[in-house]
Structures are given as structure tokens and as C-alpha cells.
């Protein structure tokens, strides 16, 4: 089964500056999506970034860009330029064509952002 | 209203009751799915409809969870006999395109069994 994990469970960064949430998943798939969604405390899930499996080149998204290190499967989400809104929980999210399109989250991780 | 609604926002129950969460998805999404989120965790998947397609039911936790989606739009979990254990936020989102995973959450409905 696949597998997601967020190793941290709350993060900090202070206004202005930049931060990695970390993510690993575990698959025997080579195509498939990997997401990163926000929750800010009104509770609305947002999809803040998408990469494809096949694609070499890391997505970005304003602020917002991965580190995708397939062999390693890894997929990090760097926050550049931090800014008091980016405050909330953040999910990583796994999906393959043959997982009947669930998508599988990670824990979360908490990021407060400090002015 | 351009997003994905529910109803209600927060319900409190007594153990034991029955419970219906609402959620109207975006007009014109065929998929529709349901996620449970307990408290600081992660999500999990409950249920998933598309189109006129038999539901894909695997991940309901027990008999106790059902959930509709009457004429292609609204759809509605019931939680039958609920249990303390089923205290969590519950997150409706629908998707125009279920193959590219981009799904539009609702703001859930969060459920406290006393």
C-alpha cells in the first residue's frame, strides 16, 4: 500500500524568510501525482501545488515551488518569502492511476509564521 | 456560490443518534468524495462517487457509514448509532477532472459525539 509521511509535525519561519516542509511516500508505481494541499484554520482545503511523476522539472507556483527527487521519493515544498497567511496546516498528498483516484495524505504539518 | 458548501458547519450529538452531513459540490463536478479528518491528523478517505457510477465504498469505517449522491449533485453522509469515535471534521470536495487528483474541498462539517 502506499504510503505518505510528513516527519514534521510543526514548523516555524519567521516573516520574509524561506521554508522546507519535508515529505516521503513509499510506492512501487513510476506514474503518478504528488500534491500539496493548505489548510488554513477555517478549515478549506487549498492545492497549492501539483507534480507530475514523469515531468523532471520541479513545479512552482508564485512562492511556492517542490523539490522532486523521485529516485529518493522525496517531495519537498519550499515556501519562499513567508508571509503571515501562509500560517496552516499543510498535507502532502500521493496519487496513482490505480488507486481508484484516492488520493493517500500525510499527516500534516503544522506551519506558523512569526512577524 | 462558486465552491463546494456544507451543511451544517458544526453538530454536536449524543452518542448513539443518527447524523446527516450535507454537502453540495460544484456545479458540473461528476466526482464527488468524502474524507474524514480527525483531530491534527491527516485525511482519510470515506467514500467516492463519479457520474452514475456504482460508488467506490472501501474506505467507510463500518456499517454504520452510508452516504448518498441523489440526482448527480447532492450528496449525503449518515452516520447511524454514532459512536465517540466518530468525532472529526468531515471534508466533502468534488472534482470536474478525478483523474488529475484536483479536487475542490468544501469546509467540512466538524461532528462532536458526546
Redesign the interface.
Same mark, same amino acid.
Given at each position: 500500500a502506499q504510503t505518505v509521511t510528513q516527519s514534521q509535525p510543526e514548523m516555524s519561519v519567521q516573516e520574509a524568510e524561506t521554508v522546507t516542509l519535508s515529505c516521503t511516500y513509499d510506492t512501487s508505481e513510476s506514474d503518478y501525482y504528488l500534491f500539496w494541499y493548505k489548510q488554513p484554520p477555517s478549515r478549506q482545503m487549498i492545492l497549492v501545488i501539483r507534480q507530475e511523476a514523469y515531468k523532471q522539472q520541479n513545479a512552482t507556483e508564485n512562492r511556492f515551488s517542490v523539490n522532486f527527487q523521485k529516485a529518493a521519493k522525496s517531495f519537498s515544498l519550499k515556501i519562499s518569502d513567508s508571509q503571515l497567511g501562509d500560517a496552516a496546516m499543510y498535507f502532502c498528498a500521493y496519487r496513482d492511476n490505480n488507486a481508484g483516484n484516492m488520493l493517500t495524505f500525510g499527516g500534516g504539518t503544522r506551519l506558523m509564521v512569526k512577524p | 456560490g462558486a =465552491?463546494v458548501s456544507q451543511s451544517p458547519s458544526n453538530k454536536v450529538t449524543e452518542k448513539g443518534k443518527d447524523v446527516e452531513l450535507r454537502c453540495d459540490p460544484i456545479s458540473g463536478h461528476t466526482?464527488l468524495y468524502w474524507y474524514r479528518q480527525s483531530l =491534527?491528523?491527516?485525511?482519510?478517505?470515506l467514500i467516492?462517487f463519479?457520474g452514475n457510477s456504482a460508488p467506490?465504498k472501501? =474506505?467507510l469505517p463500518s456499517d454504520r457509514f452510508s452516504a448518498e449522491r441523489t440526482g448527480g449533485s447532492v450528496s449525503t453522509l449518515t452516520i447511524q448509532r454514532t459512536q465517540q469515535e466518530d468525532s472529526a471534521?468531515y471534508?466533502c470536495?468534488s472534482s470536474l477532472d @478525478?483523474? =488529475? #487528483? +484536483? +479536487?475542490f474541498?468544501? @469546509? #467540512?462539517t +466538524?461532528l462532536t459525539v458526546l
Open positions: - | =465552491g466526482a =491534527g491528523q491527516g485525511l482519510e478517505f467516492y463519479q467506490d472501501s =474506505g471534521v471534508l470536495a @478525478p483523474a =488529475g #487528483g +484536483r +479536487r474541498f468544501g @469546509p #467540512g +466538524r
